[in-house]
């Protein structure tokens, strides 16, 4: 015992009680209370913090736990009440294209009332892997009227020419593919031409024209449309000349074109599948051929 009372806990003890009456004292004199109510005071005081705590955790709570099935349930409503408005959100944006592309179809219709064309139409459904010159495939096919060669446009200019056909769907070629060959000629001076495409160029976005006599009247910022073919009807926009140059023999020159649509922005396209003078066109071409 005697050792206890020497020993530094039992300094550290005596230290401790020494404070507490120091503060009970203290507040005693402060807040004119007895000494005995001012200890009880001091040692009941982080009791009655840690009670008060408590009480407020659980009056905070309490609504939480006793109607959580009740928040549960508003909160799956509340989430299907926001479904159903993202769903009429993105059936008005459809609604919205959709009439936008029946007004484009109607004005090309409006500007071409001999073209015939398949009666919707066509949306692209998946663009050629890793094809740099931008093919695609459509969600019309043979059962819709198209057929190989018929020519895609849209309303700003052509697109490419129907390349693959099946009852359902069709494979596009864009003019920048070397496989799309279109007879052209400008709108200024009517040079004709071939559009007949290169890697080097296409690769660019950029068409080649070639096939152009060596003296023909041809410049930058001439406007190229289609000739007119048994397969192409005319008139169609291709693009504008941005380069004119010679081929290295002498004997003709070629023309890049941008074209006029922006081949990596589409969505929908119409197909050409038959246009008034078609026939006209053949027997033509059957007759010069005969004259050969």
């Known amino acids: 015992m005697r050792e206890f009372i020497h020993s530094l806990k039992f300094k550290i003890i005596v230290c401790v009680f020494a404070l507490l009456f120091g503060f009970m004292i203290y507040a005693a004199a402060s807040s004119n209370v007895s000494l005995p109510e001012a200890a009880l005071r001091t040692v009941t005081s982080p009791f009655a913090r840690l009670s008060s705590s408590i009480s407020n955790f659980v009056k905070n709570n309490a609504d939480k736990i006793v ?3 009740k928040y549960k ?3 799956e409503q509340l989430r299907r009440v926001i479904s159903d408005l993202h769903k ?5 944006d459809e609604l919205i294209i959709d009439n936008g592309l029946l007004r484009e179809m ?5 500007e071409n009332p001999d073209f015939e064309w398949p009666n919707n139409t066509c949306t692209i459904s998946s663009w050629n892997a890793n094809d740099i010159f ?10 819709d009227g198209i057929s190989l060669q018929d020519l895609v446009i849209t309303k700003i200019g052509v697109v490419g020419i129907v390349t693959s056909v099946a009852p359902n769907y069709a494979g596009v070629s864009t003019i920048l593919a070397p496989e799309t060959e ?21 690769k660019d976005g950029l068409c080649r024209i070639s096939h152009i006599k060596s003296d023909a009247d041809i410049k930058e910022g ?8 048994i397969t192409y009807p005319p008139g169609q926009i291709i693009g504008e000349v941005i380069k004119v140059f010679d081929d290295p023999n002498g004997l003709s020159r070629h ?6 649509e922006n081949l990596s922005g589409l969505t929908n396209v119409l197909v050409v599948t038959n246009f008034e003078g078609k026939e006209q066109i053949q027997m033509i071409t059957d007759d010069e051929n005969n004259n050969d």
Do not use: C, W
């Open 222 to 229: 001439d406007i190229i449309i289609t000739m007119g073919t």
């Open 88 to 92: 009429q959100i993105v059936d008005i």
């Open 255 to 260: 023309a890049l074109v941008k074209p006029s």
């Open 67 to 69: 109607n959580a099935d």
């Open 134 to 143: 931008r093919g695609f495939t459509i969600n019309r096919g043979s059962d």
């Open 106 to 110: 109607l004005d090309i219709m409006a």
């Open 182 to 202: 279109i007879g052209v000629l400008t709108t200024r001076s009517n040079v004709q031409g071939i559009l007949q495409n290169d890697i080097l160029y296409s």
């Open 73 to 75: 349930n508003e909160n």
